[in-house]
């Protein structure tokens, strides 16, 4: 009987034979903060198809002397991280893990600003297009920023053995990078989290009110849409995270049928690959039982749900979540 990865590498073969895959592939995680993203990542990563280190742009790396690869190791003594750096320097790329260069931003001030801006308005867009091919200087640091998260994407597949990269940064802006690079074939997944769950989390983790949080929540969907908009409706999936929690099995098997590979066995055990994820703490937690996150129905008083009602509930509303 073939194992997984025999499997999945006739798969690959099949899509040669056929002309499919002629720019490396690429599914991305699309979502607001705290919507299950790295729980979502885990799960993929189980697939022997899909290569992932989680958020790409690794920009919530404080200290490497104390951040842990999701193996469990310190990430300046994971054998995987160590050949990562290997590979990059032997490729005469400056990499090094307190500075990965994989995100779209500048130490020259007017250039981060321009990299970092959120996705905006379409005439906006057209602007800022035509600023970074005028700028030469932006240009350049813009166009290392792919070189770097492309050539670490190879990297990865190569040593992990996957043809399908998973990045679960979220960022809508990095996102549209991508897509307007044309160097890879872009899969979509819209992840959704019910919106008092969303508000509630971005609440306890930064500390900030009911009313913040809801705005935050907006405006991140508001730049997901405008993305959305540069795709065809055949290359993004939109996911509910409470449904992922309640039947991951399902809503796993989808997401295998919409990027095209063969779905894992049903008795498939997803604790039993190691990953080596950045991002989320929840990485490191040993105890993979799936379960919805609901401590906002303790959290949340009347007066924040009314605010997040008032603030988001249109867009809410427009997207299906509650």
Known sequence: ??????????????????????KPRLLYILSHSYSGSTLLT??????????????????????IS????????????????????????????????DKFGTNFASQQSLCNRILR??????????????????????????SRILEQNKNLMEIICELQGGDIFLDGSKDPNRLMYFIRSGYWDIKLIYLLRGLYGSVYSYMRHHGV????????????????????????????????????????????????GFIG???????FQHGSVQHHILGNTMRLNSDREIRVDEKWRLGLSKKDMKICEKI???????????
């Not at 991280?81 to 790329?93: D, H, L, R, Y």
């Not at 590979?261 to 008795?267: F, Y």
């Not at 988001?312 to 509650?322: D, F, P, Q, T």
């Open 1 to 22: 009987m073939k194992s997984a990865r025999m499997r999945a590498q006739s798969s690959r073969d099949e899509e040669i034979r056929d002309g499919v895959g002629s």
């Open 42 to 63: 885990l799960l993929l990563a189980s697939h022997p198809r899909i290569s992932t280190v989680g958020e790409l742009k690794a920009s919530a790396i404080p200290d």
């Open 66 to 97: 104390t951040y842990k690869c999701s193996c469990g190791k310190l990430i300046s003594d994971c054998a995987f991280w160590k050949q990562v750096t290997a590979k990059m320097n032997e490729k005469g790329i400056l990499f090094s893990l």
């Open 117 to 142: 801006m959120g996705a905006k308005p379409k005439w906006i867009e057209v602007l800022r297009e035509i600023f970074l091919k005028l700028y030469r200087p932006c240009f350049h640091q813009y």
């Open 209 to 256: 009110s009911a009313e913040v949080a809801a705005r935050e929540w907006t405006r991140t969907h508001k730049e997901c849409k405008r993305i959305l908009r540069l795709l065809n409706e055949a290359d993004y999936i939109k996911v509910y995270y409470e449904e992922l929690c309640s039947k991951p099995s399902e809503i796993l098997g989808r997401i295998f």
């Open 261 to 267: 590979v063969e779905s894992l066995p049903q008795d």
């Open 312 to 322: 988001a509930g249109e867009m809410a509303r427009s997207l299906l979540v509650k």
